[in-house]
């Protein structure tokens, strides 16, 4: 998957911030190649998992006086990834050779994002989540053995509702003989691709309690897919006061891509 240059270039999220705290070592995967994360004061590094020496596992050692040592012989690398002491050898200089494969990260949205590329775009926007009127609630990450594109696929498709999650976002029952049909029915919606991702707009689908009032209704959705891996949802209820529809949730999905089989997704609701 690393060579699949769009892939390679994004930037992609590989762990909850809170989860990498100083002196932990992490391990994690990205598009087929094995990382360890650890940080150091405000900043944390992911490297490739790989002792340049001997090719142990880094993510099995451990961080001191911020460096970070291999468990196999006891090399130790600062924070350029670069070997500063042998303990075999205390004498002897390492050669720059020594010196691990390092890539980029940020921290944002409550993730830690990683490209093993070169970014020409920054992580994708979600201005949402800094808005005080919302609530932001950070889930996951669930496992599941499938492609990333198919998660996003998945998060776009509102006609299985009925049938995988009847009786939260759809209604079950309009699937028997002489039901409501109406409310299984996805009508025809605007799709419309731009410079920054393409858009799905007006959305009607039937859920069985939309604005937490107990009442069955007609929501409205709007998707946007922002990056290959990333989307975004914008749920509005009806607002019966006014027969109109109002925005009340956004959910985005950011799909960490283990390898081919493999995946997480991240989604944040607000």
Not at 225 to 236: A, F, H, W, Y
């Amino acid at each position: 998957m690393a060579d699949d240059p769009t892939l390679l270039n994004d930037w992609h999220p590989v762990m909850l911030s809170q989860d990498i705290q100083p002196g932990i070592v992490k391990p994690s995967r990205l598009l087929g190649e094995d990382l360890v994360l650890w940080r150091h004061n405000d900043q944390i590094f992911a490297w490739q998992d790989l002792c340049p020496h001997r090719g142990a596992k880094l993510s099995l050692g451990w961080v001191e006086e911020n460096v970070l040592v291999c468990p196999y012989h006891g090399l130790a690398f600062d924070s350029a990834g670069q070997c500063i002491h042998i303990p075999a050898q205390p004498d002897l200089q390492a050669s720059t050779r020594a010196c691990v494969r390092s890539y980029q990260t940020q921290e944002r949205y409550g993730l830690l994002w990683v490209s093993l590329g070169n970014p020409t775009q920054d992580i994708a926007s979600f201005p949402e989540w800094e808005e005080p009127s919302y609530r932001p609630i950070l889930c996951g990450p669930y496992h599941f053995k499938s492609s990333g594109f198919r998660a996003i696929e998945n998060f776009l498709d509102v006609a299985h509702f009925p049938f995988v999650h009847g009786e939260f976002l759809g209604d079950r029952e309009a699937l028997l003989p002489r039901a409501d049909r109406t409310r299984s029915i996805v009508d025809d919606y605007e799709v419309e691709v731009e410079s920054d991702g393409i858009n799905l707009r007006n959305i009607h689908i039937w859920q069985p309690n939309p604005d937490g009032t107990g009442q069955g209704g007609f929501v409205a959705y709007n998707f946007r897919v922002l990056r290959p891996l990333t989307g975004l949802r914008q749920i509005s209820s009806p607002n019966k006061a006014q027969s109109s529809f109002v925005s009340h949730e956004y959910v985005t999905i950011v799909v960490q891509p283990l390898d081919e089989a493999e995946r997480h997704r991240c989604p944040k609701r607000l």
